[in-house]
């Protein structure tokens, strides 16, 4: 069975520092990878995903994730930490069966504080 | 373009009812799927529907159950409600369900069973 971990549930960092936020799957056939953001009392946003291609990921409000199929891996990074990126981040995974296609599994969230 | 829509946003029932959450979609959007998410669950996966059929089932009991309308709105139902069911409930759509699109979420609907 597919799924996917969040090592940390919770990271700090300070403004203005860079961020990582951990992610790690376990598929069985191609992943296709998603980050989203959630913030107080809110729905998921969508940050990002990994398709294929380049292994690096450019997405939404300056965040960006790197794809390792070796580790297993696809952890969000951003160079300079806002207060304003506090929230709770969620990775997920897709994948193709033969059946069909899967649905979206989600990480158990890792929630970001930024300290001022 | 509208974003998804869940109706209502809070709902306060009591042990035993029933209780029915509505999605609408975004406009053109065949796939909606439903989650629930509580804090030491994360966020588990109910259903989905595509074109008025389910596609995919998670591991949720019988008490569970959804539709979906020929106008891609989705309902989910909640029978016999537990206190264990309290949670919030999303629901994401997306065009045609394909691998690679991303999910588009709404704001939730925040049931507490009491």
Redesign the interface.
Known sequence: AQSVAQPEDQVNVAEGNPLTVKCTYSVSGNP?L?W?VQYP??????LL?Y?TGDNLVKGSYGFEAEFNKSQTSFHLKKPSALVSDSALY?CAV???LNS??????????TRLSVIA | KAGVTQTPRYLIKTRGQQVTLSCSPISGHRSVSWYQQTPGQGLQFLFEYFSETQRNKGNFPGRFSGRQFSNSRSEMNVSTLELGDSALYLCASMDRGERGTEAFFGQGTRLTVV
Not at chain 1, 41 to 46: H, K, T, V, Y
Not at chain 1, 100 to 109: A, Q
Request: glycine share 16%; aromatic share 24%; charged share 15%.
């Open positions: 296709y998603f989203y009392n809110r729905g998921l946003q969508f995903k398709i969620f897709r994948v193709l069909g296609n899967t649905p979206l599994v989600f990480g158990k969230g």
